[in-house]
């Protein structure tokens, strides 16, 4: 019989191997927990009704709750119940979620749902999530923490069952959902340097409205790589790390319908684009927004911040940024 190594495993040898204590495995064993329920309610919400849209009404005549709030309150109660956090931050929420506020030891930043235009087709989803640490040695200030301060970060892809760790100055690996539910078989993942297989992935219906000098760099660059466009963050974000290239969400500065321009960006700095960024860093890439700056150096002044975000194999990243930075 041949046994993979499974992630709890994987955790323990590395928090030990590094002399650490095992409040992290506790909280990670809280994460994959949630992840897992919400892989489980997604493979089944369909035949339940639970993946339509809230007011809307199912089968046996009941409220339908949207399929992200579910994932939002799963994930929540196993925040909450592991103990280990203080407070959180979710795509759902507005106001930060106070936790275990006197003894947590981390922070969370998350959404458990993400690429909600693929929830009511069942096609693949994101939880996305970045860890950071309180200040143990003084008063906690409380304050976001940017990226470069983040402990790890990962995703799930729901529900195709593989998840993407990326642990800070140790790796990026990713896991697959195994029979019986359990993360395995850790491989480490690193962003391909032949360009043979490298993509291009980003709302192609936008690119109109980008700034013009993205728009050159497009023009330049579409003919050498494949393109590929799922509409959800941490799928195409998987493929780019697999196979290198760039995804993109830039700017939209120039929307015909003004309503639909977005000069910050449209993704969310702490939950989707850090996440992205801190990953891609760990498997030898590079993550900037709509000025060049890295992502992983803005500090957040608000939970829900957007930005523009330019992520992905390193000579392309900076290609981008050179450009960014005028
Ligand atoms: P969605 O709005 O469908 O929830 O910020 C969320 C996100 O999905 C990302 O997952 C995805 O990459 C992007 O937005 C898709 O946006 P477009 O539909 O505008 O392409």
Redesign the pocket.
């Known amino acids: 019989m041949r046994f993979e190594q499974t992630f709890m495993n994987f955790i323990l040898q590395h928090q030990e191997r590094h002399n650490r204590t095992y409040h992290f495995l506790i909280l990670m064993d809280a994460i994959i927990s949630a992840a897992k329920r919400i892989q489980h309610y997604y493979l089944t919400g369909a035949l339940k009704g639970n993946l339509g849209l809230v007011g809307s009404v199912n089968v046996q005549g009941e409220e339908v709750m949207r399929m992200d709030q579910i994932a939002q309150e799963i994930t929540i109660h196993y925040l909450g119940s592991c103990g280990r956090v203080i407070h959180a931050v979710s795509e759902e929420t507005k106001e930060i979620i106070p936790i275990n506020t006197e003894g947590g030891r981390y922070f969370v930043y998350f959404?458990s749902l993400?690429?909600?235009?693929?929830v009511s087709h069942g096609l693949p989803v994101?939880f996305l999530f970045g860890i950071a640490k309180r200040n143990l040695d003084g008063p906690e200030d409380g304050h976001l923490r940017a990226g470069k301060d983040y402990r790890a970060a990962g995703m799930f892809v729901i529900p195709t069952g593989t998840f993407t760790l990326a642990l800070l100055d140790s790796g990026t690996w990713r896991f697959h959902i195994d029979e019986i539910m359990n993360f395995v078989k850790p491989i480490q993942v690193m962003l391909p340097e032949d360009t043979r297989s490298w993509e291009l992935s980003f709302?192609e219906?936008?690119r109109r409205a980008f700034a013009e000098r993205v728009q050159a760099w497009i023009a330049e660059k579409e003919r050498k790589y494949a393109f590929r466009?799922l509409?959800?963050?941490?799928g195409?974000f998987h493929r780019i790390l697999s196979n290198g290239g760039l995804f993109m969400?830039p700017a939209i500065v120039n929307h015909p319908n003004p309503e639909k321009s977005r000069p910050k960006g449209?993704?969310?700095l702490m939950y989707?684009a850090a996440v992205v960024a801190f990953i891609c860093r760990e498997a030898g890439g590079d993550a900037v927004d709509e000025a060049g700056t890295p992502i992983l150096e803005i500090q957040p002044e608000e939970p829900h911040q957007r930005t523009a975000l330019y992520v992905g194999s390193k000579p392309l990243v900076d290609d981008i940024a050179q450009i960014l930075r005028g």
């Open positions: 959404d993400d690429g909600s235009s693929n994101g709302n219906a936008n466009y509409g959800a963050l941490a195409d969400y449209k993704l969310r989707e």
